[in-house]
């Protein structure tokens, strides 16, 4: 049995961060009905983007959210769910009569989960935006490439799954621990500026002790240090170096042919011509032939996989970390101890009176 087994989430199905926290939820065993556009529906409000990947592991039930009888329905699920999740702009849900007030009338012990981008409240909280905007707004952006140069997007990982989809999930699962506790639901504000923000707290801890510059690339955790960056290899193809501790950065030398004395570690002053001495190191083997070289050392050096390598490497495979559907898509995580299960495939769209019947 899965840690959310026998929880009932409704979701209403959307783009980004609310179709990432509920692919995780129902991962961790929650029964997910997913909301999705009925062909009755008036406005574009859904998108089908997720497919067998993002919507794995729960049903989809087809609504009409205008239709004064799809929302009786809807509020009937309501009352026997645990949880919502919705991704609508501020204001949606309400004008739609399904807001938090309506719906914890019907069901006080409900934890409605909202995620957006600039969050409920706040002078921007109406205007539309995208994962760029919001990690902008945070000062996670600026943090982000080469130096000199514009700051370069981190995909929609910070903004979207790491400060939105997780934030939610992790406030949502909260709010559940406390409504079994007190009997009361709770309101949860995931703002993708708030969680991008909290990503950033080693760097504010680091700016306030004078370690962290806000010049990108000058930095150690920024590609700024010469032993904790990417490389291209003869091929073409790139390693991965973290050699951050001194016993790590003396093996990585070791596997280079360098002497320490050559190259000291923390002398900051000499890590442009740090930098270009590994680079040129780097640039004489193929990728695969340095991979082999350090494997099993301590110098923490690793291949740049693409998404086609990546389920194929010997630890992936290991730990199943890739599902063995085609195409390949991530094992849910975490895992828990004696359970190592694969994702669930999508479940079958039903109708709203077979999904009342399923919860009743």
Not at 151 to 171: F, K, S
Not at 280 to 293: E, K
Request: charged content about 20%.
């Amino acid at each position: 049995m899965k840690p959310l087994s026998g929880l009932r989430i409704i979701e209403f199905d959307g783009l980004g961060p609310v179709t990432f926290a509920g692919m995780v939820l129902a991962d961790l065993g929650a029964d997910v009905l997913r909301l999705t556009r009925s062909a009755s529906a008036g406005a574009p409000v859904f998108s089908d983007v997720g497919g067998e990947v993002l919507h794995r592991g729960r049903s989809s039930v087809a609504v009409n959210l205008k239709d004064a009888g799809d929302q009786a329905r809807i509020l009937d699920m309501i009352a026997v769910a645990d949880g919502l999740i919705e991704g609508f702009r501020p204001g949606v849900m309400e004008r739609l009569g399904l807001g938090p007030d309506v719906c914890a009338a019907r069901n006080p012990r409900l934890v409605y989960g909202r995620v957006t981008g600039w969050g409920q409240t706040g002078p921007k909280a109406a205007e539309v935006g995208h994962d760029i905007n919001y990690i902008a707004l945070s000062g996670a952006l600026h943090a982000m490439g080469e130096p000199d140069r514009p700051p370069r997007p981190p995909l929609n990982l910070i903004g979207d799954y790491g400060g939105g989809a997780m934030m939610l999930v992790t406030g949502v699962l909260a709010g559940l621990l406390e409504a079994r506790r007190t009997g009361a639901g709770r309101v949860v504000d995931a703002a993708m500026t708030d969680g991008s923000a909290l990503l950033m707290s080693l760097f504010h801890a680091l700016a306030g002790r004078g370690l962290w510059s806000d010049a990108r690339g000058a930095n150690l955790l920024d590609g700024g240090a010469p032993f904790y960056r990417c490389f291209a290899c003869r091929d073409g193809r790139f390693v991965a170096v973290g050699a951050l501790e001194p016993q790590f950065y003396a093996a990585l030398l070791t596997g280079l042919g360098l002497r320490e004395d050559e190259a000291p570690q923390y002398d900051m002053a000499n890590w442009p011509a740090l930098h270009a001495r590994l680079e040129a190191a780097f640039a004489t083997r193929d990728r695969d032939d340095w991979a082999a070289l350090f494997e099993g050392s301590d110098a923490c050096v690793t291949p740049v996989l693409s998404l086609a390598e990546a389920p194929l490497h010997p630890h992936n495979a290991a730990r199943n970390t890739f599902s063995a559907t085609r195409p390949p898509q991530p094992a849910p995580a975490p895992r828990f101890a004696g359970s190592n299960a694969p994702p669930e495939p999508q479940g079958a769209a039903l109708s709203v009176a077979e999904a009342l019947a399923r919860w009743s």
